[in-house]
C-alpha cells in the first residue's frame, strides 16, 4: 500500500524548484586498464578506456553481459584500481572509495542485521552526524521512498522493490557527488521494473544528481539516460556515446511513441548486436579450441 | 497480539497440532516396545536380544521418581551441569576472539591456522590422560577436556561466518565513511554472530557428551570414589551405578543427561534467536 502511495508522488514544481544546484562530481576516466590475474594467465577486461560521467547528468552505460561494466563501476567506485589509466572526481585522482561516490549494488546489499531506519542512518552514524537534521533528514527519505511504515522492518521482511528504494535512500542520506547505479533493478518482475524506473526518474528530476547507471536494458536505457555509452565486448571500450535530448519529465507512452526514440534504439541495438555477435565468434572459437585439444588428446590415449 | 500472547498461542496450538500427536504417539510406541522387550523373559519364555537385558520403564520411572527426591542425585546432576557451564563459557570467551582473529588478520590466520588444523581433529577424550598429568586437579581437567569439546567448532564456526560474509557490505560500509573497528563492531560482529549461535548450539551439546566421559574415566579416581567435590557428577554416578549394579539407575543417569542436553541447547537457541532477530520469518 505505502508502495503505491510512493510511486503517486509527482515532481511538484515547487519541489522542483527547490532542489538543490547541480552537486560537483564530473568523474573522468582516462586511457583506463584492468587486467585480472597472474602474468601468464592474465585477463584484461577493460582495455584503453576512456570517458566522462558529466556533472548533473544521467549517464546510462549499456553494454554485452559480461563485457567488464561491472569492473568499471569497481574502478570508479574506488573498490579496486586501474592497472594503468587514471580516474578523476572533480580533477583530484580516486584513490580508494569515498562518501563522494555511492555504490548501489546488483541484488540488495542492504545489512540483513539492521532494520531499514538503521540502514538508512549508516552513513552518518559512521561519521558520527547522528544529529536532529539527519534524522530530520532520514525521516524524509523514508517518506520519500515510501518505507515510513516499514522503518522497523529488516531487510528480509521488504519485497523486492522495497530493498531497492531503501537501498537508494541509504546512499541518498550521505549527499554522495555521483550516485552509481549497477543494474539495480536487475531481479525485479516487469511490473515492478517498471515501476521501479518511473519512480526513480522522479527521484532524479528533482535532485538531479550526476549519476551513472549500469544496465543492460535498451528501453530503461533510453527511459532515463541523458547520454548512453555503448560499450564493446570484452575487454571494453566505449564504443559509441549517445545524446539523448529527450525532454523531461518523461513518460514511458511517449517513449515508445518517439520517432526520435525509436531512431536512438534502433542506432544502439545495431551496435549492441555488433558487440554481441562478437562475443558469440568468440564463444565459439573457444568451443572450437576445445573440440580440437579434446580430439587430440583422444588419438594419444 | 503481543510477544507473550502470540507465544502462549503458539504453545496452545503445539499441544493440540497434528505434530505434536505425532510425537506423543512414537514415544509411546517406543515405551511400549521397550517394556514389552524387557519382560520379554517373563512373557514368552525367552529373553528378547539387547532390549531383553535393559531394566523395564516402569522400573526406570519408579526410580527416577525415588532419585528425584534424593539430593545426592542433584548434586551429581549439579557438578556436570557446572562443568559443562564452565567448559562451555571458556570456550566461547577463549574462542569467539581466536576465531575473530583468524578470520580478520591474514597473518595470525597462517600462524595459527595450521596448529588449530592438527589439533582440531583429537577427539577430547584422548586429552584425558594428558590432561590429568599438566593440570593440578582432577577438577580441573575435567574442565579442560570439557572445554576443547566445545572450543573447536566454535571456533570453526566464527572463521566459516566471518569468511562467508557478503564482500558487498564492506565495500558499502566502506564507501559511506566506516572506520576499520567501525566496520567490524557494526559489520563483522553482527555478521558472524548467526555462526556463533550455531557453534554455541552444537558445541554445549559435545561438552555434554565430553562431561560425562571424562568423569567416569577420572572422577572414580581417590576422590571421586566418595562422590566428593573433586570426580562426581553424571557420570560418576553412571559408572558406580553400574559398578553397584543399578542398572535402572544407569538408564535414570542416561535420560537425565539427554534431558539437560536438549535444554541446554534450546536455551541456546531461544538466546541466539533472540540476539539475531533479522533472521526470524515474516
Keep these: 500500500m505505502a508502495m503505491q502511495h510512493a510511486f503517486h508522488v509527482q515532481p511538484s514544481a515547487s519541489s522542483r524548484s527547490a532542489a538543490p544546484a547541480a552537486l560537483g562530481g564530473q568523474i573522468a576516466v582516462q586511457n583506463v586498464s584492468k587486467t585480472y590475474g597472474a602474468e601468464g594467465f592474465a585477463k584484461e577486461v577493460v582495455h584503453n578506456c576512456s570517458f566522462t560521467i558529466e556533472r548533473g547528468k544521467l549517464t546510462v552505460m549499456i553494454g554485452p553481459s559480461g563485457c567488464g561494466k561491472s569492473t568499471l563501476i569497481r574502478l570508479v567506485a574506488g573498490f579496486e584500481r586501474p592497472s594503468s589509466g587514471a580516474i578523476t572526481v572533480d580533477d583530484k585522482p580516486v584513490t580508494g572509495p569515498g562518501v563522494d561516490r555511492l555504490v548501489v549494488f546488483q541484488e540488495t546489499a542492504l545489512f540483513p542485521w539492521m532494520t531499514t531506519y538503521d540502514n538508512i542512518m549508516y552513513g552518518p552514524r559512521a561519521r558520527h552526524e547522528d544529529t536532529p537534521e539527519m534524522r530530520e533528514f532520514a525521516e524524509a527519505l523514508l517518506e520519500k521512498v515510501g518505507l515510513s511504515a516499514f522503518r522497523k522492518k529488516y531487510p528480509a521482511q521488504l519485497s523486492g522493490g522495497m530493498q531497492r528504494r531503501a537501498e537508494l535512500a541509504r546512499s541518498m542520506i550521505n549527499r554522495p557527488k555521483v550516485m552509481i547505479l549497477d543494474e539495480p533493478f536487475r531481479g525485479l518482475d516487469a511490473m515492478t521494473k517498471r515501476l521501479m524506473q518511473a519512480y526513480y526518474a522522479n527521484l532524479y528530476d528533482e535532485f538531479r544528481r550526476t549519476t551513472f547507471f549500469v544496465t543492460t536494458d535498451i528501453d530503461e536505457a533510453i527511459y532515463l539516460a541523458d547520454r548512453i555509452l555503448i560499450m564493446t565486448n570484452i575487454p571494453t571500450q566505449v564504443r559509441a556515446v549517445i545524446d539523448v535530448n529527450l525532454p523531461r519529465p518523461r513518460q514511458v507512452e511517449n517513449i515508445t511513441e518517439s520517432d526520435e526514440a525509436n531512431a536512438i534504439k534502433m542506432q544502439a541495438l545495431s551496435l549492441l548486436h555488433e558487440e554481441a555477435m562478437k562475443s558469440f565468434a568468440r564463444g565459439s572459437k573457444a568451443a572450437a579450441d576445445f573440440v580440437e585439444a579434446y580430439s587430440k588428446r583422444m588419438n594419444k590415449g | ?282
Design chain 2, 1 to 282: 497480539m503481543t510477544g507473550l500472547g502470540r507465544g502462549l498461542f503458539r504453545a496452545a496450538s503445539f499441544f493440540t497440532g497434528e505434530e505434536f500427536w505425532r510425537g506423543a504417539a512414537a514415544i509411546a510406541v517406543f515405551l511400549l516396545f521397550w517394556e514389552v522387550g524387557s519382560r520379554s523373559q517373563m512373557l514368552f519364555g525367552f529373553a528378547f536380544p539387547w532390549v531383553g537385558q535393559v531394566p523395564a520403564p516402569s522400573g526406570v520411572l519408579k526410580e527416577m521418581y525415588r532419585l528425584i527426591l534424593e539430593p545426592s542425585f542433584w548434586g551429581s546432576a549439579y557438578l556436570s551441569t557446572m562443568r559443562v557451564l564452565e567448559g562451555f563459557l571458556a570456550a566461547m570467551a577463549i574462542g569467539i576472539p581466536l576465531g575473530l582473529a583468524m578470520a580478520v588478520s591474514r597473518t595470525f590466520y597462517g600462524i595459527s591456522f595450521p596448529v588449530f588444523e592438527v589439533l582440531r581433529p583429537i577427539p577430547p577424550l584422548a586429552w584425558v590422560p594428558a590432561a590429568i598429568i599438566f593440570w593440578p586437579t582432577q577438577e580441573m581437567s575435567i574442565a579442560f577436556v570439557t572445554f576443547l569439546g566445545a572450543f573447536f567448532t566454535i571456533v570453526i564456526n566464527v572463521i566459516g561466518g566471518a569468511q562467508s560474509i557478503d564482500v558487498r557490505y564492506f565495500q558499502a560500509a566502506r564507501s559511506m565513511g566506516s572506520s576499520t573497528f567501525d566496520v567490524f563492531r557494526r559489520i563483522i560482529l553482527p555478521g558472524v554472530l548467526p555462526s556463533i549461535v550455531v557453534g554455541a548450539t552444537v558445541g554445549i551439546g559435545i561438552t555434554w557428551a565430553v562431561v560425562v566421559a571424562a568423569e567416569m574415566i577420572s572422577g572414580g579416581g581417590s576422590a571421586g570414589s566418595m562422590g566428593g567435590a573433586a570426580g562426581g557428577g553424571l557420570g560418576f554416578f553412571i559408572w558406580n551405578s553400574y559398578v553397584g549394579g543399578s542398572y535402572t539407575q544407569i538408564v535414570v543417569g542416561m535420560i537425565s543427561i539427554g534431558i539437560a542436553g536438549y535444554a541446554s541447547s534450546a536455551i541456546l537457541r531461544k538466546i541466539g534467536e533472540w540476539m539475531t532477530p533479522w533472521l526470524a520469518e515474516g
